[in-house]
């Protein structure tokens, strides 16, 4: 098993920023890329970007890229998602999630390839 703890949510105003933080711990060598995920009210839960632990490969939504930054310390076997510009559409609880065996952008943006979850960290963006 792999526990996944979230932290860093919480109220910003538009245009500022974020870190997320997920602390995994148990068999995690057990898992090759950790990913975000997003659920906004009365929406299906969405991909927000992803990493490789083996070769820091990173994938990222179109919605996000080039704000959001995903980083991960092997040491610490932690993952960050640093947020920037923030925009009210990017409301949601954050989930961490961790999976094994995928080879491209379909199979990492796939909720259904990730097997242990967080939490999850609600982010709130004022306009």
């Known amino acids: 098993q792999v526990q996944l703890v979230e932290s860093g949510g919480g109220l910003v105003q538009a245009g500022g920023f974020l870190r997320l933080s997920c602390a995994a711990s148990?068999?995690?060598?057990?898992?090759?890329?950790m990913g975000w995920f997003r659920q906004a009210p009365g929406k299906e839960r969405e991909f927000v970007s992803a990493?490789?632990?083996?070769?820091?490969?990173?994938y990222y939504a179109d919605s996000v890229k080039g704000r959001f930054t995903i980083s991960r310390d092997i040491a610490k076997n932690t993952v960050y998602l640093q947020m920037n510009s923030l925009k009210p559409e990017d409301t949601a609880v954050y989930y961490c999630?961790?999976?094994?065996?995928?080879?491209?952008?379909?199979?990492?943006?796939?909720?259904?390839?990730?097997?242990?979850w967080g939490q999850g960290t609600q982010v709130t963006v004022s306009s």
């Open positions: 999630a961790a999976g094994k065996y995928c080879s491209n952008y379909g199979c990492y943006a796939n909720a259904a390839r990730y097997s242990y």
């Open positions: 990493i490789r632990w083996n070769d820091d490969t990173t």
């Open positions: 148990g068999r995690t060598f057990s898992t090759d890329y």
